[in-house]
């Protein structure tokens, strides 16, 4: 099935410019399941109030956010914003979430994933926590790459490597916006869907914790990560969450 045919299924909600999928978890996965060879070489962004607001500013990175096959609603301000414009079935899914759910169905159907990001220690412990986890999961590659730039070169045999291994999913935590720039770089050769899962290495190797329930369900797993992280967080927070009211909830863009 054509590309475009299969985006212009995905119901959107336009929220300062990015084109927000106006979906739930399990509409996600009945998707992913009906699609996932269709969505080779494309990618799918995990977007927040940070990235929605750096997407605001930046036409660029605007984008990048809009040529994928898609980007979900990571942020609860996001989902409560397409409710409040007509998209009832709208649901908060966090690239966590959504990588945890195909990792349940993953060993049945026989997916198979190569994950891309973070530090060799954080890759050694996730997969440790994987397999445990999820029995029969077809982990078939992990890279850690160098922080600084690859040439042309290392690059393209990063590729070839990749696809040698003929993954369903490349799981990419690079942190936005650089996992976003990248995807965008690499869509149409890299093979399987490619979803950039921000923190989400961390949270599944446990050098981060989730908020609990009650704050995820109160939009407040914000709050929580700055809890944890204030020195670094607190800059992004206050700019980006000000910056989303005023825009986004108040004026209605």
Known sequence: MERKIVKAQIPTCKILGVNIA????QWLLDFTKKHIRDLS??????????????????????????????????????SSVGR???????????GPDYMGEIMKISAERGYRHYF?????????????????EYPGLLIIGMYSPPFGPMT??????????????????????????????WMAAHKGRVDGLMVGVGAGFDYFAGNI?????????????????LMQEPGRLFKRYWHTNVKFIWEAVIKGK
């Open 152 to 181: 042309r070169e290392e690059d393209e045999a990063l590729v070839k490597d990749m696809n040698a291994t003929k993954p369903d999913f490349v799981w990419v935590a690079l942190g936005a916006p650089k996992q976003e720039k």
């Open 116 to 132: 891309y990001g973070s530090t060799e220690e954080t890759l050694g412990k996730m997969r440790q926590r994987l397999l445990k």
């Open 209 to 225: 914790k989730r908020a609990p329930g009650w704050m995820q369900k109160l939009n407040l797993e914000w709050l929580y990560r």
């Open 84 to 94: 409040r414009r007509g998209h009832s079935h709208m649901e908060r899914i966090t």
């Open 22 to 25: 106006a979906v739930n978890m």
């Open 41 to 78: 070489g494309d990618y799918l962004c995990v977007s927040n109030v940070h990235t929605t607001i750096t997407a605001y500013e930046d036409e660029e990175y605007r984008a990048i956010q809009n040529g994928g096959i898609m980007a979900i609603p990571d942020g609860g301000p996001l």
